[in-house]
C-alpha cells in the first residue's frame, strides 16, 4: 500500500497558513534555499501522485506550471506528476501545457483510499488544510513532513483540528539547514 504523506512549510509558532490563508510568511523569505530544495527534490523522487485542495491549486496553478528548473530546481519532475484537485466548487482544473491534473468532485476521503490501495509511489498532500484535516481526522496519513521555518507570524492557520486532543507522533528524521530552517519527519 503507498503511503499518504503531508508534507507543509510551518511558522516557529505552528502556523501552516497566515492570517489571510496564504504561505507569503516563507515565499517573501530567502528560506527556501538550494540546500531545501535539493530535500525537496529528493522526496519528489520518492512521489507519484500530488493531492490538491482548490485554495492549493489555485495558489500553485498560477505559479507552478509556468517554471522551469532554471527558475526552481524541482519544477519539472513537481510539474510531471499527476495532480488530483478536490474541489465541489470547480468546473474543471488544468495544469498548463503538462495535461496531468485531475478534477475530483466526488468524496475525498473515499478517493484517497483507493489511491493508497492502488500500486505506486507515495502520494503527498501539500497546503490544503480544510483537505489534509479530513484526511488526518480520517486517519489516512501516514507520515507527516514539517518544515519549520525560524520566522513567527502570530496568527493564522493550524495544520492540526482544533478537535484534535492528544496526536502522537513518532519522529523518524530530523535534518536543520543553514538558513534557521528545520525538517521533522514524523510517522503516525
Known sequence: MRK?????????????????????????????????????????????????????????????PNTS?????????????????????LQEVHWGTWDNAILVSSDAIDYVKELKADHGKD???W??????QSLLRAGLVDQIRLFICPIAIGQGYHLFPDEFDLFSLHLEQSISYKNGVVQLVYTI
Open 123 to 125: 502520494i503527498v498532500v
Open 69 to 89: 528548473n532554471e527558475e526552481q530546481i524541482v519544477a519539472d519532475d513537481l510539474n510531471r506528476l499527476p495532480k488530483f484537485v478536490f474541489s465541489k466548487s
Open 4 to 64: 499518504l504523506i503531508i508534507q507543509e512549510f510551518v511558522s516557529v509558532d505552528g502556523f501552516v497558513a497566515d492570517r489571510n490563508k496564504t504561505t507569503a510568511f516563507f515565499d517573501s523569505n530567502p528560506l527556501i534555499d538550494a540546500d531545501v530544495n535539493q530535500e525537496l527534490l529528493k522526496f519528489i523522487h520518492t512521489l507519484d501522485t500530488i493531492v490538491l485542495g482548490r485554495n492549493t491549486y489555485e495558489m500553485f496553478v498560477d505559479f507552478w
Open 127 to 132: 497546503g490544503s488544510i480544510s483537505l489534509t
